[in-house]
């Protein structure tokens, strides 16, 4: 659904390839956690291990520019975290469950004689 960028720290979080445009925003809001590629695109160099350092990145997903950082873990705290935020759209779980379904195919009708209405009282 979403490509990785190569460079992303095994993991939950990642950086989504080809939408950087060098927002800084990651570096102030998660210190440690963000690297920048020798392209400019910045990527998940160290994946959280504590629940503050799951804050962090969350924060740095919710205040990123063009919504690059994504969470595709299912870990119900930090969903609840991104839910706070109305920050759902960026985690893959949610987000697979807000789009809309594939329409299904219709069964197909019987051909035969349609009974109209009042032939239901003339039996
Ligand atoms: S958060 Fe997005 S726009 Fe900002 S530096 Fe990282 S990849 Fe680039």
Request: proline share 8%; charged share 25%; aromatic share 10%.
């Amino acid at each position: 659904m979403y490509t990785r960028h190569t460079r992303n720290a095994p993991g939950d979080f990642y950086v989504e390839d080809g939408c950087c445009t060098s927002c800084e925003i990651p570096f102030a809001e998660a210190p440690g956690h963000f690297e920048y590629a020798a392209d400019g695109h910045c990527f998940v160099c160290k994946q959280p291990s504590t629940p503050e350092e799951a804050d962090l990145m969350v924060s740095a997903a919710w205040a990123s520019e063009v919504s690059c950082i994504r969470y595709a873990g299912n870990d119900p705290e930090i969903l609840k975290k991104f839910i706070a935020v109305k920050e759902q759209g960026l985690c893959d779980v949610l987000q697979q469950k807000t789009e809309p379904e594939a329409p299904q195919d219709m069964p197909e009708r019987k051909a035969g004689p349609r009974k109209v209405w009042w032939a239901v009282w003339r039996r």
